[in-house]
């Protein structure tokens, strides 16, 4: 039950950022963004983990770890560090509640759970996805024989392929060195991504107003949302299957579906409606049946 907890708070969390990156963006380029939301996370999660160093062993931290382990964590979390970066260029081009459903027809997630994880594919699983499927086309108003193809439409879609390859995958590392250091490594690698992306991108200038009160406020915020986010999902994966943890993800697009809607005034169609009563179904089928 403490698991599904966590996982919930991970979903409404993420949800909350993945609209909130919009807003925070108005007069900070996405990368800059990144790299000071990444100082304070990884200032919290230093003292989270120098606090916590008497739990080793636990969930929280395993000081049996060795170095490959690390260095194979720190090279799964380069690649999944990608997916942010499409998926922030994916709301450049199109609207948040389209991209993140675009994000969440995770075939790729399931793929890897199953083939690489070895998890079973439970019979009520297809049910569930399809419930899932047809909820997301119904959410990015899927007509038949035809969707609304962008460029925002294929960075969402490598968003998709990048996490879905890697977070499957937390569920062999999170136990091997435990929650807090794989939320540490994480947010330090998606960090060192968004300093590559400044170096190549010439035309972003550093400016004292980065760090003015307002903007330190949006770092602050996509820190709390993140470390609440991040952590949370690293210890529900150790107890929850990831298949089950990826339906219950679900849950974050319909909260930022609704955050579109209240921050940007995204109107929300009879079909798009319908997509979030068939995505909560299929998350209901998941834990229930």
């Given at each position: 039950m403490l698991a599904i907890i966590f996982s919930l708070i991970s979903a409404f969390t993420f949800g909350i950022s993945n609209a909130y990156w919009k807003i925070a963006s108005k007069n900070v380029d996405y990368p800059f963004l990144i790299i000071f939301r990444g100082i304070f996370t990884i200032i919290f999660f230093v003292l989270l983990w120098m606090i916590s160093n008497d739990l080793n062993g636990s969930e929280l931290i395993n000081s049996k770890a060795t170095i490959s382990d690390y260095f194979f964590t720190t090279l799964l979390c380069m690649i999944c560090s990608l997916g942010l970066i499409f998926f922030l260029k994916s709301i450049k081009f199109q609207n948040v509640s389209i991209t993140v459903p675009f994000t969440s027809i995770n075939i790729f997630n399931i793929l890897t759970t199953v083939f690489i994880v070895g998890e079973p594919f439970k019979t009520v699983y297809y049910f569930s996805f399809s419930f899932a499927l047809l909820g997301i086309l119904l959410l990015v108003n899927y007509?038949?024989?035809?969707?609304?193809?962008?460029?925002?439409?294929?960075?969402?879609?490598?968003?998709?392929?990048?996490?879905?390859?890697?977070?499957?995958?937390?569920?062999?590392?999170?136990?091997?060195?435990?929650?807090?250091?794989?939320?540490?490594?994480?947010?330090?690698?998606?960090?060192?991504i968004a300093i590559i992306w400044v170096s190549l991108k010439q035309e972003i200038v550093f400016s004292k107003d980065l760090v003015n009160c307002n903007n330190l406020k949006h770092y602050f915020i996509l820190s709390i949302l993140l470390v609440s986010g991040t952590f949370s999902f690293n210890l529900a994966i150790q107890k929850l299957s990831v298949l089950s943890l990826n339906l219950i993800s679900n849950v974050q697009i319909l909260i930022s579906i609704l955050m579109g809607v209240l921050l940007y005034k995204e109107k929300l169609s009879k079909k798009q409606i319908l997509g979030i009563v068939l995505v909560l179904i299929s998350i209901s089928i998941s834990q229930f049946f």
């Open positions: 007509k038949l024989g035809k969707i609304n193809w962008n460029q925002g439409a294929t960075y969402a879609i490598l968003a998709s392929f990048f996490w879905g390859i890697t977070y499957p995958l937390f569920k062999f590392v999170s136990p091997i060195i435990g929650a807090i250091p794989l939320s540490l490594i994480l947010e330090a690698c998606v960090t060192l």
